[in-house]
């Protein structure tokens, strides 16, 4: 198929839809192809971790738009064919299913990988990780019929894998070779927050631990072998040790990359006609003056629309601050800001830690980089302004509930 004045979308995830629509929003009217390697119509990841997992949710809510909106809005869908190279000079990206497609302009939108884990015994079955529907689908059945499932990994995945499971009746390990789950991600402060939690829930945590090897029988897994000699069973074994950025197409093609596709604020790569959005860019973010690869909802959500604008020649710079969320038994929590590891020099807490109902903010020369409400609601976006205003404040007023948070220096 030659198409060279075609938009072509790599990726029909959250990140890869959103900018399919953003075009159509936007007035182009040419043609917008839209490929991925999943027979799936574009879906959402978290609540394959979250609702959909626990059973709260049916599977219809999980997508990005009903069935018949690509056909509506002529959206050309092409699942089940992942693009295989990208020929910058020819403008054409070409498909496992042989076929060629030009494009005018191509955004990049291929999301990330589990991390494998690189231990004997780890292809068994019963080794599950989770990133696409159909692992979540494998999990669900994997808690009606386990009463013991270990998670290697204190992550976002882990922690929620762990809480569903729990919910389900089985008995959880987890398994975290760091001091305390998320501890990368939250500091020894807010993480012990986490740990609290999962004990109080019954899990049985250990910390600063070595997997070493997967065992079993008939080539299914049976428990998890630790470094030190330790042994713990097991009727099936979670894997969330991170994902790592789609790169490979971008690096055949000769694209510039480093810890994901290295792109500008108006996410164009080191080609001025390809683009890239979600989990696999690595993004110059003009308000913190760095680099940045967000591996979140919201990042995949707003990132593409920014992109899809740029590709139409409008002036944009994606600037929005990282934003997750998790929901873990009772705890809800949302975190803004971006905070890289030992990246700060003071965490203060505001409300009540025991009870988890507080914000916590990470501030360095007395700036907040970061700020997290956990079962408190309607804070983000005063955390979102600290954030963003960049001045000093007050470590004692930020600390008490009494003084709004939009009086203390936010823009």
Not at 61 to 72: E, N, S
Not at 310 to 333: C, E, I, K, N, S
Request: glycine share 12%.
């Amino acid at each position: 198929m030659s198409a060279n004045g075609a938009y072509v979308i790599a990726g029909a995830g959250l990140a890869g839809a959103k900018a399919a629509e953003t075009l159509r929003k936007e007035g182009f009217d040419g043609p917008v192809v839209l490929i991925g390697d999943e027979a799936e119509r574009p879906y959402e990841r978290p609540p394959l971790s979250k609702d959909y997992l626990l059973g709260k949710a049916e599977r219809e809510t999980i997508y990005v738009h009903p069935a018949p909106w690509y056909a509506d809005n002529s959206v050309e869908l092409r699942l089940g064919v992942p693009v295989t190279g990208i020929d910058p000079a020819a403008h054409e990206v070409w498909l496992a299913d042989g076929s060629r497609i030009g494009y005018a302009k191509l955004l990049l939108a291929t999301g990330s990988s589990p991390r494998r884990l690189p231990v004997p015994g780890a292809e068994a079955d019963g080794v599950l990780y989770l990133r696409r529907v159909g692992d979540s689908d494998q999990l669900k059945a994997t808690f009606q019929g386990a009463s013991r499932i270990v998670v290697i990994g204190a992550g976002w995945i882990g922690l929620e894998t762990a809480a569903a499971a729990r919910a389900a009746g089985a008995e959880v390990t987890i398994l975290e070779a760091a001091e305390l789950p998320l501890l990368r991600v939250l500091g020894t402060e807010a993480a012990q927050v986490f740990a609290g939690l999962h004990r109080e829930h019954g899990v049985d945590l250990r910390f600063g631990v070595q997997v070493s090897e997967i065992t079993g029988s008939g080539g299914r897994a049976g428990g998890v072998r630790l470094a030190d000699g330790g042994h713990v069973e097991a009727d099936a074994v979670i894997v969330g040790v991170g994902i790592t950025p789609n790169t490979q197409l971008a690096t055949s093609a000769g694209l510039e990359t480093g810890n994901g596709v290295v792109v500008d604020a108006r996410l164009r790569s080191s080609h001025p006609d390809i683009y890239a959005a979600g989990d696999m860019a690595s993004a110059y973010h003009p308000v913190l003056g760095r680099h940045i690869r967000v591996e979140h909802w919201a990042n995949a959500l707003h990132q593409p629309q920014a992109a899809a604008r740029a590709m139409l020649g409008q002036d944009v710079a994606y600037d929005r601050m990282p934003y997750f969320y998790t929901d873990q038994y009772d705890l809800g929590m949302e975190y803004t800001g971006y905070v890289e590891p030992g990246g700060y020099d003071q965490v203060v807490f505001r409300g009540d830690v025991q009870r988890r109902e507080f914000i916590a903010f990470w501030l360095a020369d007395g700036r907040v980089l970061a700020g997290m409400n956990v079962n408190i609601w309607d804070a983000s976006d005063g955390i979102q302004a600290l954030v963003r205003g960049g001045r000093t404040v007050d470590p004692g007023r930020l600390a008490d509930p009494e003084v709004p948070l939009d009086e203390l220096g936010g823009d």
